[in-house]
């Protein structure tokens, strides 16, 4: 979806970056990248520094950034297209909890329309747009750490360099205290049940996997309301 966007607007003067946060390295992140077969820089970010420079909690994330290289929006949801699984027909034999669990993506929130027209905007209007924010409006906006969410990505870091360690165990006992001290951060949630299980389904090593705790904030919840 991106290199869609990117072929529209990259004659306009637009790049695209796309990163994949992902501690399962190049073999992770690689099947998705190559059948993106873009042109523009798919970079692999595996220890997760984007999350701690910016402030990303859920992906996906778009930070617009000029070209003085100053940040004209902080990261905010950022879907380029409404994406296909709003439309997915779920067939009549799918066994009843398979069934709720795929209804659920259907319920979330996404202003991908809202999100690329302000895009286009800002591309064809630059510095003029509306939707091009000031030095002073963008530190606002910008999330601030407390103590908990500074505790929470030390334990998410520790976390990551003991599973590249193979020290899984141990691993999972920081994921878990990074959770417990930040649990609005879906970056953190969404890796460590990767890890355990790609389809971050139900287990016996988390207290919660992606379904049911999107269910607990309630799925229109999932990702915070565009501010445009």
Avoid: C
């Amino acid at each position: 979806m991106w290199q869609q966007l990117r072929e529209e607007l990259h004659p306009q003067g637009l790049e695209i970056v796309t990163v994949a946060l992902d501690t399962g390295g190049v073999a992770a992140a690689r099947p998705f990248i190559e059948a993106a077969n873009s042109t523009h820089p798919s970079l692999l970010d595996q220890a997760h520094q984007l999350d701690e420079l910016f402030g990303i909690v859920n992906v996906p994330s778009g930070v617009w950034i000029n070209e003085e290289g100053q940040i004209v929006r902080p990261p905010e949801t950022a879907y380029p297209r409404r994406p296909s699984f709003l439309d997915r027909e779920i067939p009549a034999d799918t066994p009843p909890e398979l069934a709720a669990r795929m209804r659920l993506p259907k319920q979330i929130r996404i202003e991908a329309e809202k999100y690329i027209a302000a895009l286009r905007d800002w591309v064809s209007k630059g510095a003029a747009s509306r939707y091009a924010l000031s030095p002073d409006e963008v530190i606002e906006r910008s999330r601030p750490r407390p103590l908990e969410e500074a505790q929470a990505a030390a334990h998410f870091e520790l976390g990551q360099y003991l599973y590249r360690e193979d020290r899984v165990e141990e691993a999972i006992i920081q994921f878990r205290e990074a959770h417990r001290l930040q649990p609005a951060n879906w970056t953190y949630k969404r890796q460590a049940w990767s890890l355990n299980d790609p389809t971050q389904g139900p287990n016996s090593v988390y207290e919660g996997d992606w379904a049911s705790d999107v269910i607990k904030i309630g799925a229109e919840n999932y990702y915070e309301k565009l501010d445009m």
